[in-house]
Nanobody, 121 residues
Framework: VQLQASGGGPVQAGGSLRLSCAGS????????MAWFRQAPGKEREFVAG????????YYDDAVNGRFAISRGNAQMTAYLQMSSLKPEDTAVYYC???????????????WGQGTLVTVSS
């Protein structure tokens, strides 16, 4: 499985951005996909996850109600629609895939390269 994240960039507070994670590999269709983020000087943290069939979605409390995760392209791509962005959302965002439905980094076997989101006030 290979993952390629894209869509990051600068945005003003209150704005929106959509991240994409395009994957390859047959096992990806059944894998859980998730987004994590890592701000400067902080540990990587879970943001959102979606089940293999796209039916179950779960979020960290910090983004619940502002971010939406989804899958498309025959379950080979994961999206993260981010709205009402705040300066504290500034981070490198990573997509991940794995066989476990979890919120920990170790629950995921495959990682994309990360895309930087910078929210200015």
């Amino acid at each position: 499985v290979q993952l390629q994240a894209s869509g990051g960039g600068p945005v003003q507070a209150g704005g929106s951005l959509r991240l994409s994670c395009a994957g390859s590999g047959d096992t990806l269709r059944r894998a859980t996909m998730a987004w994590f983020r890592q701000a400067p000087g902080k540990e990587r943290e879970f943001v959102a996850g979606v089940s293999g069939n796209g039916a179950v979605r779960y979020y960290d409390d910090a983004v619940n109600g502002r971010f939406a995760i989804s899958r498309g392209n025959a379950q080979m791509t994961a999206y993260l629609q981010m709205s009402s962005l705040k300066p504290e959302d500034t981070a490198v965002y990573y997509c991940a895939a794995g066989s476990t439905f979890g919120r920990r980094s170790l629950d995921y076997d495959y990682w994309g390269q990360g895309t930087l989101v910078t929210v200015s006030s």
